[in-house]
C-alpha cells in the first residue's frame, strides 16, 4: 500500500497521481483510472465499487446503466450528479468485472481515504458491500448494514444497496436504495443529529436505535 497522501492538498492533484498510479495489477489493463467526478465541497460523498466497462472508456464513474439509476434516485433527493461527489472503492477496471481483489483494494485506500479527507462531506453513502464493508470495518452484509445512518468520524455514512443490485433485483431493491436515500436528505437537510437520531428517522428506518449509531473507524483507525 502507498502512502497517506496527506501532503497533497487537492482532489485534482491526487487525481494526477492516481492516473499514473501502478501500485496494483489492474493498472496493465485499464483504459482509463477512474477518479472521481462531481463537486470538491459536496456534502454527500458517493463510494461505489469500482468502474466497469463504460467508465473505463470514459475515465468518469457510473456512466453506465448503474449510472443512469443513480443519478435517478439522486434527484428524487433533489440531489443531481454534480452537487455530490463520486468515487469508487477501486479506480480501475477489473478485467471482465470480476470482484476486486483484497491487495487491489488495499492498494487504492490511500486515494479513497484522501479523497474523503479533501471532500470532507457530512454524508458518506457506500454502496454495495465492497464499499460498505471497507469503511465500516465489517463482514456484515449489505442487507443487514442498510437502512441506519450511522456516525463515522464526525460524519454519518448510511449504507444502501449498490444500484446493479436494484437493476437485478427490481423495485424492492430500488424502494430499499429510496429509504435510505431519503434518511441522506433528512441529514443534510439537518433533521437528523447525532444527538437525536431515533425521533426523526423512525418513519424511515424503524430499526434504528441511538445505540446502533456506533463510531466506526475508517480503513483500521482513526483518518492519518
Ligand atoms: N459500478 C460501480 O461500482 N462504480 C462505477 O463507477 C460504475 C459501476
Known amino acids: 500500500m502507498t502512502g497517506s497522501y ?27 483510472v477512474v477518479f472521481g467526478s462531481g463537486s470538491p465541497d459536496a ?7 469500482g468502474p466497469g466497462q463504460q467508465e473505463d472508456e470514459q475515465g468518469l464513474p457510473f456512466v453506465g446503466r448503474s449510472g443512469q439509476l443513480l443519478g435517478k434516485l439522486l434527484l428524487e433527493i433533489d440531489l443531481s450528479r454534480d452537487e455530490v461527489y463520486i468515487a469508487n472503492v477501486v479506480k480501475c477496471r477489473p478485467p471482465r468485472n470480476r470482484d476486486p481483489r483484497p491487495d487491489e483494494i488495499d492498494a487504492c485506500k490511500p486515494y479513497l481515504r484522501r479523497q474523503i479527507e479533501l471532500v470532507d ?20 452484509g449489505i442487507s443487514r448494514l442498510r437502512g ?4 463515522w468520524w464526525g460524519r454519518y455514512l448510511v449504507p444502501t444497496f449498490h444500484p446493479a443490485a436494484a437493476l437485478r433485483g427490481g423495485d424492492r431493491v430500488t424502494d ?6 431519503r434518511l441522506v436528505r433528512m441529514i443534510i437537510d439537518g433533521r437528523i443529529s447525532f444527538e437525536t ?12 436505535t441511538q445505540d446502533e449509531c456506533t463510531q466506526m473507524g475508517l480503513f483500521g483507525g482513526p483518518p492519518q
Do not use: M, W
Not at 485534482?12 to 492516481?18: D, H, Q, R, T
Not at 456534502?43 to 465499487?49: K, M, P
Open 176 to 181: 430499499d436504495i429510496r429509504a435510505d436515500f
Open 121 to 140: 462531506p457530512a454524508v458518506v453513502v457506500t454502496l454495495g458491500n465492497f464499499s460498505s464493508k471497507l469503511l465500516l470495518r465489517t463482514t456484515t
Open 6 to 32: 496527506r501532503h497533497v492538498s487537492s482532489l485534482a492533484e491526487l487525481s494526477v497521481i492516481a492516473a499514473s498510479c501502478t501500485e496494483c495489477a489492474l493498472s496493465e489493463e485499464r483504459k482509463n
Open 148 to 151: 441506519l445512518a450511522y456516525e
Open 197 to 208: 437520531p431515533q425521533a426523526d428517522v423512525d418513519d424511515v428506518v424503524p430499526t434504528t
Open 43 to 49: 456534502d454527500v460523498l458517493i463510494v461505489g465499487e
